[in-house]
């Protein structure tokens, strides 16, 4: 437990455009233990999984795999796989469930049978001779799951895999997560727009603003005590029954564009507590303790 499995060192991800989708990503996924990485629409969530999941080819920064730099890439899928947000199309239409669950078997040469992992997922075996139109999205996440345990990995990358599902299921695949991670002993990386299934789910949590990671720590403190403005309007965004509706702050403006991202922090021009410094310069990387930080110049004495 907690062995490092999975870790990314300054990724960054530029497309030809000149769109900087992902700056300078630092991530150390651990067996048995979910980490969030957390931010709206557009901060570069789902690049890092895919760079993760070696879908897409990283600019600069490295990728290690138990601690050395991974091999061939259908080796590299035995140990990390990754689930989709929308489960209507990472599912072949045209093929059964069988085939859908047979094929990876094949592929990766294990001994489990498509009815175990159903079963591992909760679902009947008698689904696997449904095809996907017949199931629910829920049905259709847990089979994509299914899908993703049948190499055997070690990392599970879970790009929003409740997002496009009923409210009243989302749960219900969290806590399925949360079992495998347990029984597997897997390690999780759980992207998401919403910072309060990030304390529920998981054991440590990052925030994204603008393909840049701006704080971090442990779920409790990030989301009960968070430190970045960015990361406050975002808890402040969250519903909450004890708060009136009209109290709700919004951050000022538009996201920035990552073709042409603004000079110092990028958060700048939204922030209601910006300063001439932050328009101009970076902000480090500032130690809060007990492993807790945020990249902000509000907190420049305590520079990590």
């Given at each position: 437990?907690?062995?490092?499995?999975?870790?990314?060192?300054?990724?960054?991800?530029?497309?030809?455009?000149?769109?900087r989708?992902v700056?300078?990503?630092s991530?150390?996924?651990?067996?048995?233990?979910?980490?969030?990485?957390?931010?709206?629409?557009?901060?570069?969530k789902?690049?890092?999984?895919?760079l993760?999941?070696?879908?897409?080819?990283?600019?600069?920064?490295?990728?290690?795999?138990?601690?050395?730099?991974?091999?061939?890439?259908?080796?590299?899928?035995?140990?990390?796989q990754?689930?989709?947000?929308?489960?209507?199309?990472?599912?072949n239409?045209?093929?059964?469930?069988?085939?859908?669950?047979?094929?990876?078997?094949?592929i990766?040469?294990r001994?489990?049978?498509?009815e175990?992992?159903l079963?591992?997922?909760?679902?009947?075996?008698?689904f696997?001779?449904?095809?996907?139109?017949?199931?629910?999205?829920?049905?259709?996440?847990?089979?994509?799951?299914?899908?993703?345990?049948a190499?055997?990995p070690?990392?599970?990358?879970?790009?929003?895999?409740?997002?496009?599902?009923d409210?009243s299921?989302?749960?219900?695949?969290?806590?399925?997560?949360?079992d495998?991670?347990?029984?597997?002993h897997?390690?999780?990386?759980?992207?998401?727009?919403d910072?309060?299934?990030?304390?529920?789910f998981?054991?440590?949590?990052?925030?994204m603003y603008?393909?840049?990671?701006?704080?971090?720590?442990?779920?409790?403190?990030?989301?009960?005590?968070?430190?970045?403005?960015?990361?406050q309007?975002?808890?402040?965004?969250?519903?909450?029954?004890?708060?009136p509706?009209?109290?709700?702050?919004?951050p000022?403006?538009e996201?920035?564009s990552?073709?042409?991202?603004?000079?110092?922090?990028?958060?700048?021009?939204?922030?209601?507590?910006a300063?001439?410094?932050?328009?101009?310069d970076?902000?480090?990387?500032?130690?809060?303790?007990?492993?807790?930080?945020?990249?902000?110049?509000l907190?420049?004495?305590?520079?990590a």
């Amino acid at each position: 437990m907690n062995e490092v499995v999975l870790e990314a060192r300054g990724l960054t991800k530029h497309y030809r455009r000149g769109a900087r989708a992902v700056e300078d990503v630092s991530l150390v996924l651990r067996r048995g233990r979910v980490t969030a990485l957390v931010g709206e629409s557009g901060s570069g969530k789902s690049t890092v999984a895919k760079l993760l999941a070696r879908l897409v080819p990283a600019t600069s920064g490295e990728i290690l795999l138990r601690g050395e730099k991974p091999g061939r890439f259908r080796e590299y899928c035995r140990s990390v796989q990754m689930i989709f947000q929308d489960p209507f199309a990472s599912l072949n239409p045209v093929h059964r469930i069988r085939y859908t669950l047979t094929r990876p078997l094949k592929i990766h040469r294990r001994s489990e049978t498509p009815e175990q992992l159903l079963e591992a997922v909760q679902l009947p075996a008698d689904f696997l001779d449904r095809y996907p139109h017949e199931l629910s999205g829920g049905q259709r996440q847990r089979v994509a799951i299914a899908r993703a345990l049948a190499a055997q990995p070690s990392v599970l990358l879970a790009d929003e895999p409740v997002s496009m599902l009923d409210v009243s299921i989302r749960l219900g695949v969290l806590n399925l997560l949360r079992d495998l991670k347990e029984r597997l002993h897997l390690a999780v990386l759980y992207i998401t727009h919403d910072i309060a299934s990030a304390r529920y789910f998981a054991d440590e949590t990052f925030v994204m603003y603008g393909g840049q990671v701006v704080e971090g720590g442990d779920s409790e403190t990030v989301t009960q005590h968070p430190a970045h403005p960015y990361t406050q309007l975002l808890i402040a965004s969250a519903p909450d029954p004890d708060r009136p509706a009209t109290s709700t702050p919004t951050p000022l403006g538009e996201p920035p564009s990552l073709g042409s991202p603004p000079d110092g922090c990028r958060f700048s021009p939204r922030c209601p507590q910006a300063t001439p410094r932050c328009w101009t310069d970076a902000p480090p990387r500032c130690s809060l303790g007990d492993g807790h930080w945020a990249a902000c110049w509000l907190y420049e004495e305590v520079v990590a």
